[in-house]
């Protein structure tokens, strides 16, 4: 398989599929350019090589058509400070003829953005007509939108059949791939996985295809009522559902057939109310009394996570065993993330991803002593489901 690494872009128009679906504030500045950094590595590499980078990616939710409001304009000045004031031009439309003559004059040294893939309805459509179309601004196809590739877009997936010997993933979907590899596909053991979050329901695909993997799962935050309910536990007012009980059920047969140790919580911090002045006291997880709710991991349950983490190959974290956007409810949480850096430190190899857990991660300044951090919401919640997902797939040529 052709590498961004091994391939050279020495006179090439390389399309390039990144995620530049950047927040903006209502004076269109970019309020986080996360996304933008991360696709760096792959514009410079093409621009060293002396390529001509030609660059695609949707912003927003256009509806019909285009609309100023998703525009990529806002987005070049910016991309140009980042690139050490490259010169970076923007075309007016993502296909047609003034669009391939600008994508065939690209200089050495320039960046050429396409205008938002969608204003096309055929982007999201996976139009083939459309992705040929695109096809004509490139020599060569690098797909580094790994927040897309659970997708089969015109440009995410579509296009691939037009680069047969000329398409590669770009730095950042490699990064993914390989750390995720290293986690569902040949980890050091033991695995553990910790799953938080507020509800057994949006965890139940990969809990279930996690079972076949990891030596230890880590079940906590608010589904964790859930599973004492159904065990015939006291859940007061704590986050439960009750559509779920069978389910909680088969996942801990599931677990003892397949000898995975699941580890919940004992013990958890209940609070009189949501908030940082709730009154509060530690009780045996499945009696948590009328009026009060379960909020966060009591410290036997946390000693007990503890204990896991760090006697840990490998470790997954998704999710917060807690409310941890309040003070008062963090401590299970942060001594999670202490945990995993502490394994790390001692050769384990993390990867925290998922919305909130990448949230909880720079809230805690965790940052620097994990080992990745995939920021790719749907598209890593699928691949840890045991998906394929189409934008790997057509690179890899599945
Ligand atoms: P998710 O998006 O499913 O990962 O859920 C994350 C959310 O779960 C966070 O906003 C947490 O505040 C919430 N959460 C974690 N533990 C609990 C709990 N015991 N009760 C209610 N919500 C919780």
Redesign the pocket.
């Known amino acids: 398989m052709q590498t961004i690494s091994n391939y050279n872009f020495k006179g090439k128009r390389a399309l390039i599929r990144v995620d530049f679906n950047v927040p903006l504030n209502e004076k269109f500045e970019i309020t986080d350019d996360t996304r933008m950094r991360a696709a760096l590595p792959t514009i410079n590499k093409i621009i060293a090589d002396g390529g001509s980078p030609v660059i695609m990616s949707h912003l927003g939710r256009p509806k019909n058509g285009p609309e100023a409001k998703f525009s990529l304009k806002p987005l070049v000045k910016h991309l140009s400070e980042l690139l050490g004031g490259a010169r970076v031009k923007i075309a007016p439309d993502c296909i047609g003829d003034k669009v391939k003559e600008m994508a065939n004059n690209v200089l050495p040294g320039e960046v050429l953005i396409l205008e938002n893939l969608r204003f096309y309805k055929e982007e999201t459509a996976g139009d083939e007509a459309f992705a040929a179309k695109l096809a004509e601004n490139g020599d060569c196809w690098v797909n580094d939108a790994f927040g897309t590739a659970h997708r089969a877009h015109a440009s995410t997936a579509v296009i691939a059949k037009f680069f047969p010997n000329d398409k590669m993933f770009g730095y950042l979907i490699e990064s993914e791939v390989e750390s995720l590899d290293k986690v569902v596909k040949n980890p050091q053991r033991p695995l553990t996985a910790i799953m ?4 057994v329901s ?2 139940i695909t990969i809990i279930e295809n996690l079972l076949d993997k990891v030596d230890n799962l880590i079940l ?6 859930t599973f004492v309910k159904a065990n015939g536990g006291k859940v007061g007012n ?2 439960c559902e009750d559509n779920f009980l069978k389910t909680a059920k088969n996942i801990q047969k599931l677990a003892a057939e397949k000898g995975v140790k699941l580890i919940m919580a004992t013990d ?1 911090l209940a609070a009189d109310d ?1 908030s940082q002045d709730a009154d509060t006291q530690i009780v045996p997880a499945n009696e948590i009394p009328d009026g009060w ?4 991991a009591g410290p036997e349950s946390i000693a007990k996570f503890i204990e896991v983490i760090e006697n840990s190959g490998t470790i997954l974290w ?9 003070e008062k ?1 963090a401590n299970g ?1 942060r001594a999670i993330g202490e945990a995993i850096v502490a394994a790390t430190k001692k050769g384990a190899f993390s990867l925290v991803g ?4 990448v949230a909880l991660v720079n809230q805690f300044g965790f940052a620097d002593g994990v080992s990745y951090i995939s920021t790719a919401g749907g598209a890593l919640l699928e691949y840890l489901e045991g998906k394929t997902l189409p934008g790997i797939a057509a690179v890899r040529g599945e």
Do not use: C, Q
Request: hydrophobic residues 35%; charged residues 15%.
């Open positions: 938080g979050g507020a509800k949006s965890k906590g935050g608010g589904m964790t009522f704590s986050i958890v949501f709710e379960g909020l966060d998704n999710g917060p065993v807690g409310v941890f956007e309040i409810f949480s998922g919305g909130d857990s």
